[in-house]
């Protein structure tokens, strides 16, 4: 039992940092393309070597025939890190929620679309360390990486700067994305929530109205605001009317909260 102990503090012991990457010199992005990086995320970096780590897909590895550790490993921290951040933050913003609309809520925060959209907003993929094979293949293959390193630079800003800088990091890139309505899927659980809300607390059906067109024919962001027969309201944008209805109910019902 004694031997059992130890082996499992050896397996779970916690590193003071990540395992180092290769080191390899010659790649710009270990000298001054980390500076642009800082920027990018906006946040200071205090280690280098822990977010070349991040950056670090398995495919460099192979293309190098290096045998350091890719980021696989700060992915599946970075992954619950998020889950946890984001979950918080339903947790106490929509009390009036179900286990499964939450659940559903941050499905559409997290999801491999959705953490490849903003991988992309920050440029992300300028900096990935991966194999040319890897960066050529299909377009979904490259959202994959894409949303892998995103997890792992949070897992890198949680090894850096504790869990207070991966949030304000998780609340910048993510969870604004819920209050604009950037990731809303088709379905209508916003509005459901909001017209369930409404109805049991005799303040009547939601009205929608749109409020702001912006943009050419082809690019097209509408704003719409809902109200309630209480005055209460919530204002919303999105690419079409249904996504900017879905982000003005979120925001109602924050509002409601």
Do not use: C, W
Request: glycine share 8%; no cysteine.
């Amino acid at each position: 039992m004694e031997q059992l102990r130890r082996l499992i503090a050896r397996l779970f012991r916690r590193p003071d940092r990540p395992a180092p990457a290769p080191a390899d010199d010659t790649h710009p992005i270990l000298r001054e393309r980390l500076r642009e990086f800082e920027r990018r995320i906006d946040y200071r970096i205090r280690e280098d070597g822990t977010f070349v780590h991040a950056l670090l897909h398995r495919s460099y590895l192979q293309h190098k025939h290096h045998a350091g550790s890719s980021n696989e490993r700060m992915e599946f921290l970075g992954d619950s890190i998020l889950n946890l951040i984001v979950g918080e933050y339903l947790f106490h913003h929509y009390p009036r929620a179900e286990e499964g609309d939450l659940t559903k809520i941050r499905s559409r925060l997290v999801n491999r679309k959705a953490l490849a959209a903003y991988a992309k907003a920050i440029g992300l993929t300028d900096f990935i360390l991966t194999s040319p094979s890897a960066t050529s293949g299909p377009g979904k293959g490259q959202d994959t990486i894409a949303a892998d390193t995103f997890e792992a630079v949070i897992a890198a800003i949680y090894l850096d700067g504790g869990f207070d800088a991966a949030r304000q990091f998780v609340e910048r890139r993510v969870l604004i994305a819920l209050k604009s309505g950037a990731v809303v899927t088709a379905d209508d659980n916003y509005k459901s929530m909001l017209l369930e809300y409404s109805q049991g607390n005799g303040l009547g059906i939601p009205r929608y109205t749109i409020v702001l067109e912006e943009g050419p024919d082809h690019d097209r962001t509408f704003t719409v605001e809902v109200s309630l027969s209480d005055g209460r309201r919530g204002r919303g944008s999105g690419k079409n009317k249904k996504e900017a209805e879905q982000a003005a109910a979120a925001r109602a019902l924050e509002h409601l909260a």
